[in-house]
Nanobody, 115 residues
Framework: QVQLVESGGGLVQAGGSLRLSCAAS????????MGWYRQAPGKQRELVAT???????NYADSAKGRFTISRDNAKKTVYLQMNSLKPDDTAVYYC?????????WGQGTQVTVST
């Protein structure tokens, strides 16, 4: 089975940085696409970034130039480096694992960006 545990969230001032981590269990981590979603209160969940097994990345327009998704296959961990944070980035951030058959979600980690 797949289990995802996010960490690294917290309270940060606008303009600051955070690095989120997602530790994954399960086999074939190196062969699957991973991603980060976020959901703010009262808003729908939105895709932030994805990274393929080959390392290709995609970002939401709101994240481009500020966020970087990466992975360490040896550690079975995916990261989201977030720089120049804005209050609009405040949300619960979820790690995702995309397999051929289904998508797995972590429990999320809270990111709060103060003015």
């Amino acid at each position: 089975q797949v289990q995802l545990v996010e960490s690294g969230g917290g309270l940060v001032q606008a303009g600051g940085s955070l690095r989120l981590s997602c530790a994954a269990s399960g086999t074939f981590f190196s062969s699957v696409q991973m991603g980060w979603y976020r959901q703010a209160p009262g808003k729908q969940r939105e895709l932030v970034a994805t990274i393929t097994s080959g390392g290709s990345t995609n970002y939401a327009d709101s994240a481009k130039g500020r966020f970087t998704i990466s992975r360490d296959n040896a550690k079975k961990t995916v990261y989201l480096q977030m720089n120049s944070l804005k209050p609009d980035d405040t949300a619960v951030y979820y790690c995702t694992w995309y397999s051929r058959t289904q998508t797995y979600w972590g429990q999320g980690t809270q990111v709060t960006v103060s003015t």
